[in-house]
């Protein structure tokens, strides 16, 4: 093997991770020229420049990338070892790098995430919050969850974790204003609150009633990137919403919303942990989606 000191490898690690020799030097406890040497050792032990240097910041170059991709999964490998091995072998440690929809993770997710940490307290949750989909094979995840019908990428593996129907809703002071619809093509007379799945705006909302299908092109004054705002705006009486019942149980169950055309059925909404399939998952990975699983199964 061409790299000698795994010491070098993380002066490589943290210079990418600050974008600075002298702050990696300072977070790993050397000096600035130990640092440097590591860094020039190892580039000459690979015969490649890994960083381009300036006078302001460092930046990886395409090898860097490589090398840094591959190191980082070596480094996750070790922790795991190293758990596995060590006198506690049935606690796990390390990041978990886990990218979810927004609304879900306020309406759902945050209390179950919060009793997964309790349970096990050498875990670190980096939480990736949004509806444009991280790319889990490129970015810096380890699992995402994700609204699929398809899995959209044959190199990613599914975990299928519960498939809600949307419920059409709207909040009563909506309905007292405007009226109820009572067929989909109503919806045409409404005010539809409408957000991105995906990397679309989520406008044509399809209806099933005695194998009669239809497709309705919805509009209104309100769209967002982020779907806890719609949510938001649906609760605050501005429009009508389309969204797995999931997310909206709590304003259901209270009458905050009330579902609408419920003689309609709805799409449904497969929700995955999608992880990557060429990429060793670790533990602690493996076990907050069993954890999930579990909590989406029991309904609690």
Known sequence: MKIENIND???VLQTAHVGSLTRAAGALGMTPSAASAALKRIEAQLNTRLFERSTRAMRLT???RILLDYAGRAFDLLAEAESQVGAEQAA?????????PSDLTRSILLP?????MAQHPGVELQLHVGDRPMDVVRDDVDL???YYGELPDSRLVGRLLASPPAVLCAAPAYLALRGTPHTPQALAQHNCLTFMRGRQRHRLWR???DGMHCEIRVSGDRSADDASLAHAWAVQGHGILL??????RQELDSGALVPLLTDWTTEVYPLHALLPSSRFVPA???ALVTFLEDRFASGR
């Open 112 to 116: 179950w995430l919060n009793e997964f």
């Open 284 to 286: 602690r990975v493996r």
């Open 92 to 100: 796990l440690v390390g990041a978990v790098r886990l990218a979810a």
């Open 207 to 209: 209806f099933e009633r």
């Open 62 to 64: 395409e090898q860097g």
């Open 9 to 11: 490898l993380k002066v």
């Open 144 to 146: 995402a969850l994700r």
């Open 243 to 248: 969204k797995t019942g999931l997310e909206l």
